[in-house]
């Protein structure tokens, strides 16, 4: 079987090897295999960011009986390395009235914010950049950093709708943490631990993943995770037909590509974070655990997918209220519940 | 207990809905590839004027009666019959153009035509947008090889 972790451990040792006959220091080749490792993860989050735009061009048009992309490459799989040398190529504006240093930081900012929560997520037996103790806490830490960068698009662009969708951003990211911070607190509950490592070994087998204890918390999470990627039912900060495109309106070229890449590896995360922490993670028979953790976070995906062709957008005070009135307290039921039981 | 009821008939109508859309999702795409495919076009159908051609003689059937030039409402045709040394008009045609720039598709001469089988044609070729307006008019020769080309 295609064990990843033992060729990136054969490949750890061989530089390891390397670096100690050339004479360097240790700390060269930590800060040397660090870079490697950031590398790999770009490149990875690069291809699945390309990846699933094309698949969910493809799913919706399969959605609205269409074909979607068709010309380009078989199926249309060359649309998106020629969508991407398009957006290098195109002429990156700014603004004449934007605040250019906050306009210029904010794609940055979501684009390292993105990346940085990938640090937590074991993609296999194994295969984790650093299993930190606190590594869900973490990652719901650091994922809060796209508020920021949201607002200050918004902010920013000095656009009446871009600031719209700035304000309406941040209203609904924070608003929705809450319920998914306490969903992911009953995994924690049962586990009696933040590791993500850990998370994982607890549901070794099927019968043990969490989802079957937790089934409200696993709801509350995709519900929850849906409104904190801003996407349909709950995307509101981007409604189009209200806002013409939200906090990225005024943004084009690579600018606007960081936006768009950093949308999808936060759809990939929020699926990762609810493979491992409710489906069992990279457990699974006979394939590789990356295959196990590949494919459960491609179907979380594809379901919030299918959300996104079925459910209309729903209104800004429908969604606090659903937030505030609804969601919240289930979450602090199931909390309370699994308090009580497990 | 009423937000109980609300609450599953809303999960109720989600699912409903999610149902409904993921049988679309497994049935087959009904967008026409156009340029690869075309829809195969109605037997009737009125495109482009073409002459057409006698297949024994391999003359054109035209008897350069001027029917169709007479009856055509937005005088798209001119025709000019041959003449020989006296003067005199012959059973066919010098000069046949038709504008399909103003031609209005209505087939009058087609109808209007004596020739057994129609010697003047509205074949079904409807893809024929050109860049300059000059172009639009078809010339004998054009309208011979596009009735050659659409039995």
């Known amino acids: ?44 989050m690069s291809i699945a960011a390309m990846f699933l735009v094309w698949w969910e061009r493809k799913i919706g048009a399969h959605f609205q009986v269409r074909f979607g992309p068709m010309r380009t490459g078989w199926h249309g799989w060359l649309q998106l390395p020629a969508d991407g040398i398009k957006l290098i190529l195109k002429e990156d504006t700014t603004p004449a009235a934007a605040d250019k240093p906050v306009f210029l930081i904010a794609p940055i900012i979501i684009f390292v914010a993105s990346l940085l929560a990938y640090v937590c ?54 608003s929705y943490e809450v319920p998914l911070t306490l969903s992911v607190l009953g995994v924690v509950l049962l586990t009696q ?26 709801l509350i999470y995709l519900t929850a995770a849906v409104a904190e990627v801003n996407r349909t039912p709950f995307d509101i900060p981007e409604a189009e037909q209200e806002l013409v495109a939200g906090y990225n309106i005024e943004y084009s070229g690579m600018k606007w590509a960081m936006f768009f890449f950093a949308e999808y590896t936060n759809l990939v995360l929020v699926c990762g974070v609810a ?10 028979p006979i394939l590789p655990s990356w295959v196990w953790f590949l494919g459960k976070t491609l179907f979380l995906i594809w379901v919030v997918m299918w959300f996104r062709w079925t459910f209309p957008r729903v209104r800004v005070d429908q969604l606090m209220s659903f937030g505030w009135k609804f969601l919240l307290p289930l979450a602090f ?6 308090g009580l039981f497990a | 207990m009423n937000i109980v009821r609300t609450t599953l008939d809303g999960i109720y109508n989600l699912l409903l809905g999610m149902w409904t ?24 159908s009125r495109g482009v004027v ?39 008009k012959q059973r066919y045609p010098r000069v046949f153009e038709v504008d399909e720039g103003i031609c209005i598709f209505c087939g009058l001469c087609e109808e209007v035509c004596p020739v057994k089988e129609k010697a003047i044609k509205m ?17 004998m020769e054009k309208l011979t090889r596009i009735g050659k080309g659409f039995k």
Not at chain 2, 123 to 139: C, M, P, Q, R
């Open chain 2, 50 to 88: 073409a002459l057409m051609t006698d297949e024994k003689t391999g003359k054109l059937k035209c008897i350069a009666c001027e029917m169709c030039v007479r009856t055509c409402p937005t005088a798209a045709i001119t025709m000019e019959p041959e003449t020989d040394e006296t003067g005199k």
């Open chain 1, 1 to 44: 079987m295609l064990e990843l972790e033992r060729l990136f451990r054969a490949v750890y040792l061989w530089l390891e090897k390397i670096f100690g006959n050339l004479g360097i220091p240790h700390v060269w080749f930590d800060l040397f295999t660090m870079l490697l490792v950031a590398g790999v993860i770009l490149a990875v």
């Open chain 1, 121 to 174: 997520l074991p993609f296999g037996k194994g295969l984790i950049v650093r299993d930190l103790n606190i590594g869900i806490l973490y990652i719901l830490a650091v994922t809060t950093f796209t508020v920021v960068s949201i607002l200050m698009a918004g902010w920013g662009s000095n656009n009446k709708y871009s600031l719209l969708g700035g304000f309406r951003s941040a209203a609904q990211i924070i």
């Open chain 1, 193 to 218: 631990s933040l590791s993500m490592v850990k998370i994982v070994s607890a549901q070794e087998h099927v019968w043990t993943w969490n989802i079957w204890k937790q089934p409200l918390g696993f």
């Open chain 2, 21 to 44: 859309t993921v049988k679309y999702l497994f049935s087959h795409a009904i967008t026409l590839q156009y340029p690869k495919e075309r829809w195969p076009m109605p037997e009737r």
């Open chain 2, 123 to 139: 074949v079904n070729l409807y893809e024929f947008s050109v860049y300059a307006k000059k172009e639009l008019i078809y010339d």
């Open chain 1, 275 to 284: 493979a491992t922490l409710f489906l069992g993670g990279w457990n699974g």
């Open chain 1, 333 to 338: 039921l199931n909390l309370i519940l699994t």
